[in-house]
């Protein structure tokens, strides 16, 4: 089986920075594709940013010029650091990774962690 982990959330004041991590681990032959998702209370889960293994990125329009997505492939590590942060920031953020197992290929999601922006 794989996990994901994920690791950095937490409270933070609007204009403040926080960085995410999530560490994937398990029975994992290759990873296509790692991503950041984040559902606010009411609201539908939706993609933040994800990259792929050979480094194309997509971001939601929301996030443009304030997060940036990493990817360690080495270490099967995605980060997301979120700067110029905002209350409509306030969410569960996910970890998702695409993963090659040597049986199937499947996604998997991480256990979330909550980011708060208030001030």
């Known amino acids: 089986q794989v996990q994901l982990v994920e690791s950095g959330g937490g409270s933070v004041q609007p204009g403040g920075s926080l960085r995410l991590s999530c560490v994937a681990s398990?029975?994992?032959?290759?990873?296509?594709?790692m991503g950041w998702y984040r559902q606010a209370p009411g609201k539908q889960r939706e993609l933040v940013a994800d990259?792929?293994?050979?480094?194309?990125?997509n971001y939601a329009d929301s996030v443009k010029g304030r997060f940036t997505i990493s990817r360690d492939n080495a270490k099967n590590t995605v980060y997301l650091q979120m700067n110029s942060l905002k209350p409509e920031d306030t969410a569960v953020y996910y970890c998702?990774?695409?993963?090659?197992?040597?049986?199937?290929?499947?996604?998997?999601w991480g256990q979330g962690t909550q980011v708060t922006v208030s001030s």
């Open positions: 990259i792929t293994s050979g480094g194309r990125i």
């Open positions: 998702k990774a695409g993963v090659a197992t040597i049986r199937s290929t499947n996604d998997y």
């Open positions: 398990g029975s994992i032959f290759s990873i296509y594709v």
